[in-house]
């Protein structure tokens, strides 16, 4: 019995009417924790009750802490009928169980009804009395901490990373239990509410059993889901890093707290060694049917599973036929599963990290985008203790990611997410990341003590690589020599693999900035842009969006067709973001999510990522385009405008971003310009043979990216490409967590989620047609959130991620949930005048960059800083399509490439030049301006409600976080049978989003924060049926509750932060 | 292709003015975005008139969440489910309950009922205000009437304690409670001329000077400032001595004429009149215990004394003058001992009529 949970209602206020004769309510409220009911008196005749209830005291096993929520039900009382249910709260008490986080939940929480909505507040406080549990063989893991955000969390340091964790369980789905038809929809919904808010529970135990077992104390970038299987059940899944962290001391606070970059990260699992034993050398485009993972079950295949080697990289189906028992079934996998056991730690642990944001220097290189996607059959979970096939489901798609960034000659992968997409029985499970290489002097342990002794080198604290040693001799011979040499805002840049046996095809340059080092031309990420890195002008927001049609069927045959189209989506997917990105004059893309969603007869594939001009990178070529068949004068005409118009656009984004690196002729004696490389790129869309040839041909003679025009979608492909709406003025945007090129932010910040769903009223549309509509709605999206917000003017847009569904057949449904913020547009002005006057953007950006990270230590990076400016220059345009013997090796070339990351089409060099100015331009500055932050508003003072702001980014600019006080992790249902009534499917939605804001908002008043970072609206069902005017959806979003301070009146607020203690599970607790 | 569903939710609830005030002025949706496409509010954006349509819609929903709290603003201010900076909580308050100056002059002095209600299509028609807005306002009348109905202590305080308004918007609620209560006639077409914040001002006036709240008495009854005191009414019964009595009328005007004597152009017309312009103003007096006189007080201002000086071509000057003098000299008469009733009348009287005496 090692705990003791209390809770006591205070009072309840502005109840709803229960009784219609009297106008009032006699209410009472039931508190209930496992299978322990407390009851509160009745409260007679009152909307504002005032229990004010004695302390009910439950009296539990911590396991069973971390798995339950509290329950509290407010209910009227009836005397001759059946008492009516008012609504619910439930409080998720772990946060209490942790000693670094809230320590009572006290506050009004909003009373919730599945049907009904909010109904009124309830005030209620929550305590809980930890014994010291000294059972070494506890089931529970309380204390774990759990961050949302994906970077170390500030006021955090982190002794080590341990690496990757998962865990997944699975249920049956209450909705569709028998007993569904005949309870009520509220009984039902609850029923599932409850559920899932026991499963998150669990599965947080669970990984934090696992934390524990890894000697960590905390989970970052923890990213829980959901997949509503429907039939064959429910999946609750989680992937998180496993580190160590030390709170950092407020007193020493100043410039360290508000660092985000903290984070060392290290791989707990050693299974890369031997990848990356052969890095150096290996060189292996590796296409994915070819892992241990597929040949596995490729023997299986004829039975029960099936693979497709086109770029899908996994394609298993399993309960094929009508007529294979469960037991055969189990066969292939348990199979698998020894297999795997075999090489227990290398096959359980991942070199996966979820985090997006890491310390200077500590990323060394980054090969590219990894990603796996695999279609399977959704069969019922016959066991729910047991979700074997779900986990070798994912363990498959992870192997393929481990032998992507194997291929890559990396030996890690950063910025990795899972997600899937269900439609009907065909579930697509997708996992993405970036390969990369982790310094190795950061994985050396003895640099632990360094780091922490000094409070500036704690910034790059040292990394604890778990049972390692080999790795490390291995890694630091290769990489070491150098590594001390090459300068951090480039260094990532350069190639992992080694030049003379690419993976893919690509062209390499030596580095523009330091001149020693290969880099590709292009580079595609998935993390967001690291703060050292050196970037030309701003950023923004590319989307490549695509719709394809399908024909509606069912089974394998419906999972063949989908799997069949899956690599031409990502092929043109890339095609788009390469189009896309050169128009923009930018050579790298971050933040890179590619979202592929099922329907019954369509597939949608929308990738979104933030264009940045990279310094080190050669400037991308133009884009040219060709007729096929040069006939006719008017022929060459209209080319030879569009061609003028893209030129245009092209010399319009380069004002519009500011990307202006000095026109350089390729001058200097003895830098390394390659020879000119030509090639030509084909649309994806123009598949026949007689191109092929023509792309032999044209090897090697043409500069540019070459666009095809060969039929009208060609033309219409490149209309669309022109007619991407510029952003109107004062706007930017992107989906990563800064925006390269802007950092003065004000602490003017607005939160939004926007949903839309589309109706295609035609059924019989053609691709063409159905991707301009896709694009346009897209695109009227964007429009609508910059009319919307034009008030914040001149302001950025972040995390603009959008997610797409098809919940049904001519269903299209598009959200997004992201934060505008303002900056502050004379400053700006400003630092960009400045930066065109100088010859070298780079210091200046990477002033920007530690300043949006809250760190404002220029002297931390100016020794490795590159020490001047570079002027860019010198175009040479290149690219690598080598000969491809057939359209579909190059199609499955370039799918591969894609998971990559790294298409390289075209390029240019160019040559360093040194300029003295720049380095004055590495001065203290961005530490003088943080000190001059000044908070433009106040919280309001007074007002009987705390302010909670909201935002998916993991800070708030100018402010300080002191505290993180616990996970925020939600799930919501709500139904309606009065549809029309509350305002048809969008008055049904806007309250319920704004019910959840407000929900999430009163418990992280409850806990005592002011603030949720890393917010994420995670799941967003929506499901009606206008007919019956009824209407249901379900919402999940999580993030971390926070206190944070004004830069200008931290000493203020003292009083709030506990903060002073810090942990002690210290750097020793590891490794 | 169609859009289904579009919503857009923020975390601190922004609401432009401009759609708010569209909104409370009851135009619809379709007609809001005219005007505001009209109003140019495109223009520097690259957005279409759809854009615009949905951003109206989402606004309006929003307003149409935030129309029940706004219902009771005290609970705008604590309730959980749209977080508002607490100076938009005011804007939207004082906007919610701001009115139309035609249509409140319409249903000033009517009963609140359900009668009045089904009318407001005429008042509607008649005012130009859309029938959204005029149920809008006359809801709010009747709400806040409801609320204040039921409460102790002054009635401005009070209005501005439940529904969070400014001084002067409470203060003319203060006025509407005040005529409904008191269902002061203001239709008459003899009345046209006056608008509400004439009437407004008197019924502060009387207010603050002819009801129980008015001597200061806080033992706080009920409508303490809503009804005239009785007693105070009964007492200015007593001033009908100086019409009734023949010798203190002409010492009265022999008096008030020698103070005017040369001040004013309007003289010999104010002599002539002042026994039927007396008469006119004490008998409003006495007549005021009975409450269906209480109604006809305001026409017969303008009947009894405003007309008659008005066609006498007197000037404000001249009114003023008159009035300051015709009140100061009753002090003077000897037998006459109701000096304070007198001045307590006198007082309301004559700033009500300086108000109400323009064209």
Known sequence: ?1071 | MSVELDVFVVNTTIMDEEVYQLWLDGYTVNDAVKVRMEGGVLEGCEASAEVLHSDTMDQYRTFQMCERLLHSPVKLANQLLFQIPPHRQVMLIERYYAFDSVFVREVLGKKLSKGTKKDLDDVSAKTGVTLKSCRRQFDNFKRVFKVVEELKGPLVENIRQHFLLSDKLARDYAAIVFFANNRFETGKKKLHYLTFQDFAFCAGQLISNWTVGALGDYNMVEDMDVDLEKEFLQDLKELKILITDRDLLDQHKSLVCTALRGKTKAFNEMEANFKNLSRGLVNIAAKLTNTKEVRDFFIDLVEKFIEPCRSDKWTAGDMRLYLTHYTNSAHVLDTFKHQVVWDRYMGVIKSCILKMYHD
């Not at chain 1, 893991?141 to 990757?164: D, M, N, Q, W």
């Not at chain 1, 030390?246 to 290290?266: E, Q």
């Not at chain 1, 997409?421 to 970036?434: H, K, Y």
């Not at chain 1, 998935?526 to 927001?541: M, Q, R, S």
Request: aromatic fraction near 6%; proline fraction near 5%; glycine fraction near 6%.
């Open chain 1, 1 to 1071: 019995m090692p705990g003791k949970l209390k809770a006591k209602i205070v009072a309840g206020r502005h109840l709803p009417v229960m009784d219609r004769a009297s106008d009032l309510t006699d209410a009472f409220v039931e508190v209930k924790f496992g299978n322990t009911t407390f009851k509160t008196d009745v409260y007679p005749k009152s909307l504002n009750p005032q229990w004010n209830s004695e302390w009910f005291k439950f009296e539990v096993d911590d396991e069973d802490l971390q798995d339950e929520p509290l329950q509290i039900t407010v209910l009227d009382h009836d005397t001759y009928s059946a008492n009516d249910a008012i609504g619910k709260v439930y409080i998720d008490i772990d946060p209490l169980l942790s000693s670094e986080a809230a320590t009572v939940i006290s506050g009004w929480f909003p009373i919730y009804d599945t049907i009904h909505g909010i109904r009124g507040e309830i005030n209620v406080l929550v305590k809980v009395d930890l014994f010291n549990d000294l059972n070494r063989f506890r089931q529970s893991s309380c204390g774990v901490k759990f961050f949302c955000t994906t970077s170390i969390p500030r006021c955090y340091r982190a002794a080590l990373v341990h690496g990757f964790v998962e865990e997944l369980v699975v249920n049956e789905d209450p909705e569709y239990q028998w007993i569904d038809r005949i309870r009520t929809p509220r009984a039902s919904n609850e029923a599932r509410q409850r559920l899932i808010s026991l499963m998150s529970g669990e599965l947080q135990r669970k990984i934090g059993l696992k934390v524990l077992e890894m000697g960590g104390n905390a989970v970052v970038g923890y990213l829980q889901c959901f997949d509503l299987e429907g039939e064959s059940g429910l999946v609750v899944r989680a992937i998180g890093t496993a580190c160590t962290l030390d709170k950092l001391i407020p007193g020493s606070a100043s410039n360290t707290n508000t660092h985000p970059n903290t984070a060392p990260a290290s791989n707990a699992c050693n299974s890369p060694s031997k990848e990356i034993k052969e890095s150096p050398l290996a060189h292996g485009c590796r296409s994915s049917h070819n892992s241990p993972v597929h040949s596995a079950c490729s023997s299986q295949r004829l039975s029960h599973s099936q693979n497709f080697s086109v770029s899908v990289p996994t394609l298993v189906f399993t309960g094929m036929g009508s007529g294979i028992s469960v037991g055969k079934e189990a066969g292939p996998l348990k199979t698998l599963l020894r297999q795997q056991a075999q090489s227990a730690l290398e096959q359980r642990e991942f070199p996966f990290f979820t985090l997006t944001c890491f310390p200077p220097g500590f990323l060394v290189h980054i090969g590219g985008v990894v990603s796996a996607r695999s279609v399977k059959l959704l069969d019922r979970i016959h066991n729910p203790d047991e979700p074997e096939t779900r986990d070798a489901w994912w363990e498959e798609i992870r192997q393929e990611i481990k032998s992507h960034a194997k291929a890559l000659g990396c030996h890690a992968v950063v910025g990795y997410s899972e997600s899937t997409t269900i439609c009907e029985e065909v579930c697509i499970l997708s996992a993405s990341g970036t390969a990369a290489m982790l310094n190795p002097r950061f994985m050396r342990e003895g640099c632990l003590d360094a780091g922490g002794s000094d409070q500036r080198l704690s910034r790059q604290p040292p990394l604890g690589m778990v049972g390692s040693e080999r790795a490390e001799g291995e890694v630091s011979s290769s990489w070491l020599g150098f590594d001390d040499a090459s300068p951090p805002s480039c260094g990532f840049c350069h190639i992992p693999y080694d030049e003379f046996n690419m993976p893919f095809p690509a062209q390499l340059t030596y580095c523009y900035h330091c001149r020693r080092q290969k880099v590709p031309d292009v580079l595609f990420t998935t993390i967001d842009l690291p703060a050292e890195a050196a970037v030309t002008g701003k950023g923004c927001l590319i989307q490549a969006r695509l719709c394809r049609t399908k024909k509606k069927a069912q089974g394998e045959v419906n999972a063949t067709a989908i799997s069949n189209l899956l690599p031409f989506m990502e092929y043109e997917l890339h095609t788009q973001l390469m189009n896309k990105l050169k128009l923009r004059c930018m050579n790298a893309l971050f933040g890179l999510r590619i979202q592929i969603s099922v329907g019954e007869n369509m597939l949608l594939g929308l990738a979104s990522a933030t264009g940045v001009y990279l310094s080190a990178l050669p400037a991308p070529g133009g884009i040219q385009i060709a007729g096929k068949t040069p006939s006719d004068l008017s022929y060459d005409q209209h080319i030879s405008t569009m061609q003028k118009r893209i030129n245009d656009t092209i010399a319009m984004n380069k004002e519009l971003y500011n990307i202006h690196p000095p026109e350089c002729i390729e001058e200097v004696v003895g830098s390394p310009i390659p020879d000119r490389q030509r090639s030509r790129l084909f649309r994806s869309t123009s598949e026949s043979s007689d191109e092929l040839s023509e792309l032999d041909l044209s090897h090697g003679k043409k500069d540019a990216f070459v666009l095809e025009i060969d039929d009208t979608d060609a033309v219409e492909d490149i209309q669309s490409l022109l007619t991407d709406a510029p952003m109107p003025a004062g706007f930017y945007s992107c989906n990563t967590e800064v925006m390269p090129g802007i950092y003065n932010w004000t602490s003017g910040l607005q939160m939004f989620t926007s949903v839309r769903v589309y109706r295609l009223n035609n059924a019989n549309l053609t691709n063409q047609g159905l991707n301009k509509i896709f694009t346009d709605l897209c695109e009227n999206l964007l429009k609508s959130l910059y009319f919307k917000l034009r008030s914040m003017i001149p302001c950025c847009l972040c995390h603009l991620n959008f997610t797409v569904a098809v919940p049904e057949e001519e269903l299209i449904q598009v959200a997004v949930t992201a934060v505008a913020m303002s900056f502050d547009k004379e400053t700006q002005l400003a630092a960009d005048k400045a930066l065109n006057k100088g010859s070298g953007e780079n210091e200046e950006q990477l002033q920007f960059s530690m300043e949006l990270c809250g760190e404002s230590t220029s002297s931390n990076n100016q020794p490795t800083a590159k020490p001047s400016g570079l002027p860019e220059s010198a175009m040479t345009h290149s690219s690598s399509r080598d000969r491809c013997s057939t359209w579909l090796e190059l199609l499955r070339l370039k799918a591969h490439t894609i998971r990559r990351g790294s298409v390289k089409t075209s390029r240019r060099t160019q040559s360093l030049a040194n300029s003295a100015s720049s380095s004055e331009r590495c001065s203290p500055l961005p530490e003088v301006r943080s000190r001059s932050l000044r908070s433009t508003r106040s919280l309001p003072c007074g007002a009987p409600v705390t302010v909670v702001k909201m935002t998916p980014l993991s800070f708030l600019p100018r402010t300080r976080i002191v505290k993180y006080l616990g996970i925020i992790n939600m799930f919501f249902i709500r139904e309606t049978t009065s549809l029309r009534e509350e305002g048809g499917v969008s008055g049904f939605l806007h309250s319920f989003i704004a019910e959840v804001f407000a929900m999430v908002r009163a418990h992280v008043a409850a806990l005592g924060g002011n603030a949720v970072v890393s917010y994420s609206m995670k799941e967003c069902v929506f499901m009606e049926n206008p007919n019956k005017n009824q209407a249901q959806c379900l919402i999940n979003v999580s993030g971390d509750a926070v206190i944070f301070v004004r830069e200008s009146d931290q000493e203020a607020i003292p009083p709030l932060i506990t903060c002073g203690q810090t942990s002690t599970t210290g750097a020793d607790g590891t490794t």
